[in-house]
């Protein structure tokens, strides 16, 4: 399991939300083109760091928005965990999880 700030590439749900399937410059965004430049690259690199040590769980913050999404790695499914913006409902900010990083649901 990694708790990062931030997302690998390849999650489905911020490859839509962030138009990663847009050159940087063609991105119905405010960002300028060399910030997102800048922003993929870093998700390039956190998703070889995911390669490379083979975690079955991402847990990340940094775009403020609750979701989950499955990646296909090349050691397998990969479940990706993101956490909402401060101001949501506690079960969107947080996320308990027992010792492999598999969520503890409330009963």
């Given at each position: 399991?990694?708790?990062a700030?931030?997302?690998?590439?390849?999650t489905?749900?911020?490859?839509?939300?962030?138009q990663?399937?847009?050159?940087?410059w063609?991105?119905?965004?405010?960002?300028?083109?060399?910030?997102?430049?800048s922003?993929?690259a870093?998700?390039?690199?956190l998703?070889?760091?995911?390669?490379?040590?083979?975690a079955?769980?991402?847990?990340?913050g940094h775009?403020?928005?609750?979701?989950?999404?499955?990646?296909?790695?090349?050691h397998?499914?990969v479940?990706?965990?993101?956490?909402a913006?401060?101001g949501?409902?506690l079960?969107?900010?947080?996320?308990?999880?027992?010792?492999?990083?598999?969520?503890?649901?409330?009963?």
């Open positions: 399991m990694i708790i700030h931030d997302a690998p590439m390849g489905a749900f911020l490859a839509e939300r962030l990663q399937h847009l050159e940087p063609e991105r119905n965004s405010w960002w300028p083109a060399s910030a997102q430049q922003a993929d870093h998700q390039e690199r998703r070889r760091v995911l390669d490379g040590v083979q079955s769980r991402w847990l990340h775009h403020h928005v609750r979701h989950s999404s499955t990646i296909t790695a090349v397998g499914e479940q990706v965990e993101g956490l913006l401060d949501e409902p079960d969107e900010l947080t996320l308990l999880v027992d010792a492999d990083g598999y969520p503890i649901l409330a009963s």
